[in-house]
Structure formats: C-alpha cells, structure tokens
C-alpha cells in the first residue's frame, strides 16, 4: 500500500513580515565531503526570522552534516556563510553561539552529575558570561514559565527523563539569546503529548521573530510544524515547498526517490515453544534503586512480544538483565529451559541470543573499528575467520562484503570506520551482524529508533522475516502505533512493573497509552 501517515493538528504561528525580511542565515553552495562520500554536495540554503523551517531527508541525506557545519563543529570543505548579510568564519560552536546560533542536538550533551542550574551557567560561561547556578536560576525559571516548561533547577540531570534533558537543552540555547535555533531529531524519544508541548514551544519562539531549523526524517512532523521545507537526498537540495502545497505521497517521493509502498505485513503466530521465560525479576538501577520490580513474561517461538513504556520505567535495565549486562537481585531468566540468570554475555551469545541496542554508537559497534570488523565481533573467533594464532583479515573482508550488499549498509568500503557512517547505515550493520548468525531470540531495543521511513521498513520486515523462521523477539517500544503493526503480544511497563499483557488483536490503543503514563 503507499504510505500514508496521519497528520498532527497545526497552528500556524503569526506572520511577522517573513516575505519582507532579510534571511537571518545564508549557507552558499556548501560542500563537506568524508572519504569517499559526499555528504553535503554544493547546499545552499536561507533561514528567516520568525520562520520553522523544517529539513527533511532521510538518513544520509546530510542534514545533520549541514547544521554541524552551521554550529562549527565541522568546517566545509567549500562554500560559504553569511549571518546577518555579513561573511563569517565558523570555527567552533563557541563562535556560532556569539552569532547568536544554538543547537539543541539529537542526544542531549548535560553533564549527568551536574543540576540543571549548573550546566546552563557552565554554557553561558563559554560564551564568557560569568554567571553563577544561583544567579541564574530565576532567569531559568522566567524563561521556563514563558514556553510552558516544567523544570526543576536544581534537580541532577541523571534524575530527569528524555525529554526533561531536551528541555534544559533548550533552555541553556534561550540563555545564551541565540536568534537561530537548530534543533536535531528532536522528537525521536517524545511521546505524542510530549511533542505537541514541543511544537507550541516552537511556534511560541518563531512568534517573536527567532528562526527555527527543524532537522527531521518524518513527514508528518515536517507537514504539521514548518512554515517551508527543504528537502535533501544523497547530499542535495530537491526541493524547497510550503507544507500547503505538497501531499504526504508527493513528499515521500521528493525524499526517497521513488514511490514508498509498505512491505509490513505480520502473519499469525504459528509456533509453540517457550524459548524466554523471566519469573519475578528484580533489578537495580545505575542509583542502587529499584528499576524492575517483579517483572515475569514469556517468549514463545516465532513471536514478537512487544514491551511498551516512557523511557526510563525500567525497561533498559530489564534487557541488560536479559542480556548478561547488568546484575539480577531476585528472580529467574530462561533460556530455552536453561537458568542464564546472570550468565555472561558470551555465553549468551554463544547460545543464540542477539542484541540490538538501544544505543547504537556507544553499545552497538566500537566506532574507531572498520565496518568489517565490528561485522565480525561476534564470529572472530570461528574456525571460518581465525587459526590458533591469527585472524584471517581477507575472508572476514570478503565475508563482510556480502553482507553489506545483503543489508544495503551504504559505505565506501568494508575497511573505512564505522563511526562515519549515518546512523541508518549504522542500525543496518549491527542487524546485519545480530542477524548473521541464525539467533534464537533477539532482543531489539527501539529497532528503528532515529530511522527515516525507508529504513524502519527495512528494520521491521527483517524482524517480521525472523519471526516467520521461528525466532523470538523481545521488544522494546515508545512507538505504540508500530507496536501495534508488528508485535503478536503486547505489554505496558511502567515504574518497574508490567501493569498488563494484551495479544495484539485485543489491544485498546487507547488504555494502553493511559497505562504508559501510569493513569491506569
């Protein structure tokens, strides 16, 4: 079927005279190349006052590439920069924050022992304003009550949720009096609430006359929230429309090339045997607090069961525990019958379990290896890759490149490392890797976490074709609508408890999202 995609509600913010004014930001044919590839190849792009301006693409496209150069964390390889109508030079974000740019990156970058207090007078102290955590703390709070935040300024960031540390986030780039507002994936973690509360933010801010960049690979965000869109594809600009102007299938088409039909299609669950069994699990968090608190399911053979839930309700420390990561205080896992309760990972390993983590770049891959390696983490050791006293480097680097035709993993070669490429490409190297040897239960943490459309497709009929093999899936899901798509069972987590367990034909969308914020 084509896809189609249920929009938000939008209010169009209040006109300030955006066809009058001068463009707050120009970016002139910028090039900015990595190796091989082509990440930005000749962009040039305007941004207004009082304008969304969303920038969409899918992974790859060079979005965050081109707001990193715009920020100063890269410098471009050709092209040019205009702030106010006059030539800068972008060295490093410190300079970007004194032309008034600010960034609101897709993984929040707080200093976890630190207040919210602190970490916003360490920001304003870069940009050589000397201000202590309490002194500013009733500019956090005016500022707070001015965009509808609810925050605490003395509360340690480790303490707050996702989208509590977006919000301090976005606060410390408000504190620095930044007129241009970049803003990367931020909805990738939010719940529905938790992005309306976002978009009003934004359109609060656009009102009176700040320019917002919106980087984003979801259409219905893009079409509900933007004033103009820009759309990238393979490192150029395609398109620049109204969100009146263009359908949900036109912008499909301008962002992926081709028409995007939906392969998800799940089939019953025909297969019996139980191959995970958790019994009254009890688990602590980083704190020594309790985070999961008597949690018992199954996993049966050919099954996706999916466990729903905010983040932070203890679902990672259940899959770490699952997964050999993290230490078990009471209760049981089995494993196809076997007791692995607080079993190594190896071992795990060994016996067919795979883990797609949450946290692709600090827990999936070890970026500084080549794509090939980090393919072969888990089959280094076999007979097939390496003797008593050496690895066989030639047949993993052939092996590795069937496997990234296979998965479609776009890189420039098998040897290049493996933090330089998107994170699409990246998700598509660990499953290519999880997948490679024939698991009996995989354990997938927000699988599609931060993937464009195409992508997530490709993510989800992979695991739908694991399924039909018979394999178990464990999933972990804030995305309840495509929990509802893929998932045979599913199950609400909140504050350390299952507070139920529903087969997907009987599951009210509804009830489940009032227990996913512990109303029921």
Not at 133 to 162: H, N, T
Request: glycine content about 8%.
């Amino acid at each position: 079927m084509v896809l189609k995609l249920k929009l938000i509600e939008k209010e169009k913010p209040p006109k300030i005279g955006i066809e009058k004014a001068k463009p707050l930001v120009e970016m002139r044919n910028i090039v900015k190349k990595f190796y091989r590839v082509v990440a930005n190849d000749g962009i040039s792009l305007s941004i207004y006052p009082g304008q969304i301006h969303a920038l969409l693409g899918e992974n790859g496209a060079g979005k965050s590439t081109l707001m990193n150069i715009l920020y100063g964390i890269y410098r471009p390889d050709e092209g040019e920069i205009y702030v106010s109508g006059r030539k800068v030079s972008i060295k490093s974000p410190k300079d970007a924050m004194r032309l008034g740019i600010g960034m609101v990156h897709q993984h929040p970058r707080l200093v976890e022992a630190l207040s919210v207090a602190e970490n916003i007078s360490l920001s304003l102290t870069d940009v050589g304003v000397f201000a202590s955590p309490r002194v500013i703390k009733p500019r956090i709070m005016e500022l707070a009550r001015k965009y509808g935040m609810k925050i605490d300024p003395d509360a340690k960031i480790w303490q707050l949720s996702y989208s509590e540390r977006q919000r301090v986030e976005l606060l410390r780039v408000l504190m620095q009096n930044a007129k241009v507002l970049i803003l990367d994936e931020p909805t990738t973690m939010l719940t529905s609430s938790e992005k309306k509360e976002l978009f009003s933010m934004l359109r609060k801010m656009a009102s009176e006359g700040k320019a917002v960049i919106f980087i984003t690979h979801k259409l219905e965000e893009a079409l509900s929230v933007s004033d103009v869109i820009t759309v990238l594809r393979k490192g150029k600009v395609v398109a620049q429309v109204a969100p009146e102007e263009v359908t949900v299938e036109e912008l499909a088409r301008l962002m992926l090339g081709y028409e995007m039909v939906s392969t998800i299609e799940r089939e019953p669950h025909r297969y019996d045997g139980v191959v995970l069994k958790v019994e009254n699990l009890h688990v602590l968090g980083d704190a020594g607090v309790p985070m999961v608190k008597g949690v018992s399911f199954e996993v049966r053979q050919g099954e996706i069961f999916t466990i729903c839930g905010v983040a932070g309700n203890g679902q990672r420390e259940l899959v770490e525990a699952i997964t050999g990561l993290r230490k078990v205080v009471r209760g049981k896992v089995f494993f196809l019958g076997r007791d692995v309760t607080n079993a190594s990972p190896r071992l795990l390993v060994d016996m067919g379990v795979a883990h797609i983590p949450e946290d692709r770049i600090h827990v999936g891959i070890v970026p500084d290896m080549s794509v090939a390696e980090n393919l072969a983490l888990k089959k280094y050791r076999s007979p097939e890759f390496s003797t008593r006293f050496t690895v066989m480097y030639g047949k993993i680097y052939e092996w590795a490149r069937g496997l990234i035709e296979q998965y479609s993993i776009v890189a420039p070669s098998e040897k290049i490392p493996a933090k330089h490429l998107s994170g699409g490409n990246i998700q598509r190297l660990i499953l290519a890797r999880e997948f490679s040897g024939e698991p009996k239960l995989i354990v997938a943490v927000n699988p599609t976490y931060g993937l464009d459309v195409a992508a997530t497709n490709f993510i989800l009929s992979k695991l739908l074709e694991a399924k039909k093999r018979g394999t178990a899936v464990l999933m972990i899901s804030e995305d309840l609508e495509q929990a509802l798509k893929v998932s045979d069972k599913i199950a609400v987590m909140y504050e350390g408890q299952l507070k139920g367990i529903f087969p997907v034909e009987e599951a009210d969308i509804r009830e489940i999202e009032l227990m996913m914020v512990g109303v029921k």
